[in-house]
């Protein structure tokens, strides 16, 4: 069996045990166990890549296979990992095991929701694996679809109203999505789906280009925040469970940066550079739009839902500059963002279950109450805004650095209205940090709040690790980046 398919494999099996599993103390170990495994297998091939590229191995995607599945429309199980993969995947598994954590404690119909949850995950590992156009947009789907109950049936607020627009919206993303990926099959000629052979054979029409990259784009961009299709993601984060927000903002968005990257703009590069200044416009608005709404909101979730909207719109203004530096800088920001957003929002999820409210006037002085989740809540706050040694400022500053390389008015223009984003996200975190985590606690049910728990203590630990890791360690990252960047980059470039 190939090695890929063990992340597919061991979630199948989650699937399996939690079916099986009767009482609480079977189901957390299930989870344990399976999350435990996904992430030693994401840091053995996140080793055994490295090993290969270090031996010369300059295949373009390694550890491939390949099972024909249906011949009439040459669809196969076709599997591969590059460096960007590989990132993805180690990603994936840390949110997912700490997620686990963070849901340790989830009631009612416990069993149900870590069905969900897993499936959830299922979907997300096999598209980052797949290299398959068929075989993408299948798991794609399949990491999609359980949001709808996950939030519908274990969310909070208008949980109802949430998970039928998140689910609205992002289905009309895939339906572009697969128009588009239809489009590139027959438009290209080829007798297979397989992303790497289509693009060798880089023969769709520049016309059939022009109209294909906006729906693959604008499919994969629903689901990346792209404005002004990004109203789900509020709405959606605000009403999911912790753990749920954790692996949409954290994961599942990536989905959508990693699918422009991937499929949009290595198969179809003419198309790419004739129409990325309109999607630059958009991707920009999405970058200062969300920092300024998250100024003005008072839910502590709605807060770090905007901000994913501005930082995720980073992601892709990134990809457009079509240069190695800023497409770095995108996988980089992509890894950043899905740490330091799954630490806000398992820190939320901790403070509200302890105060019921999400209301930043109603909160205040917590520092004296939960020193430990407070002090967590500072560092997630520092690494959003870019400080030094977190991994927020080495991904913004490839980005920002690889933008300004594109030496013409419009670019540079577009670059510095973006960078003002900075500015922005810095003002509404330390106004956050300092009116709910210092002063007086004037709620007196609040003083007899408790700290952490050893799970939860697990779970954000484990983050702010990774967050730091990246920010002072980042340049093993960046290269393995970079070396599966170029690929890319080489076809957009005239």
Known sequence: MNFLSI????????????????????????MVTGASALLIASVVLTFMYLGERSAGNTAEMLFRADTLWYAPLHISYSVGVDGISVAMLLLSAVIVFTGTFASWRLQPLTKEYFLWFTLLSMGVFGFFISIDLFTMFMFYEIALIPMYLLIGVWGSGRKEYAA??????????????????????????????????????????????????????????VLGALFPFHTW????????????????????????????????????????????????????????????SACVQTDLKYINAYSSVSHCGLVLFAILM?????????????????????????????????????????????????????????????????????????????????????????????????????????????????KILYGT????????????????????????????????APFWVSHMIGESVLPVVSQLIP
């Open 164 to 221: 039928m627009k998140l689910t609205l919206m992002l289905m009309g993303g895939s339906a572009f999505l697969l128009i588009g990926i239809l489009g590139i099959y027959f438009g290209s000629g080829a007798t297979t789906m397989n992303l790497l052979e289509i693009a060798q054979l880089h023969n769709i029409p520049f016309a059939q280009q022009c109209i294909w990259f906006p729906l693959t784009f604008l499919g994969f961009g």
């Open 322 to 434: 079509l240069n190695q530096t800023a497409a770095t800088g995108a996988i980089l920001q992509m890894l950043s963002h899905g740490l330091m957003t799954a630490l806000f929002f398992a820190l939320i999820g901790m403070i509200y279950g302890r105060t019921h409210t999400r209301d930043v006037r109603e909160l205040t002085g917590l520092m004296k109450v939960m020193p430990f989740l407070s002090v967590c809540y500072v560092i997630a706050g520092l690494a959003n805004l870019g400080l030094p040694g977190l991994s927020g400022f080495i991904a913004e500053m490839t980005i920002f650095v690889g933008s300004f390389q594109n030496n013409d008015v419009f670019h540079r223009t577009l670059t510095i209205i973006a960078c003002s984003s900075i500015v922005i996200t810095a003002v509404y975190i330390l106004r956050l940090v300092g």
């Open 7 to 30: 992340f597919v494999l061991i979630p199948l099996l989650m699937l399996a045990g939690l079916w099986a599993a009767r009482g609480i103390k079977a189901i957390r170990g299930v």
């Open 233 to 292: 993601s509020p709405d959606g984060h605000a009403s999911a469970p912790t753990a749920v927000s954790m692996l949409h903002a954290g994961v599942l968005m990536k989905l959508g940066g990693y699918g422009c990257f991937r499929i949009a703009m290595y198969l179809m590069p003419e198309a790419a550079n004739e129409l990325s200044w309109i999607f630059l416009i958009l991707t920009g608005i999405s970058v200062v739009y969300g920092a300024f």
């Open 441 to 472: 606690c004037t709620n007196k049910h609040h003083l007899a709040l408790t700290d952490a728990t050893w799970d939860e203590r697990v779970a954000v630990i484990c983050l702010i690790v990774y967050v730091a890791g990246l920010g002072m």
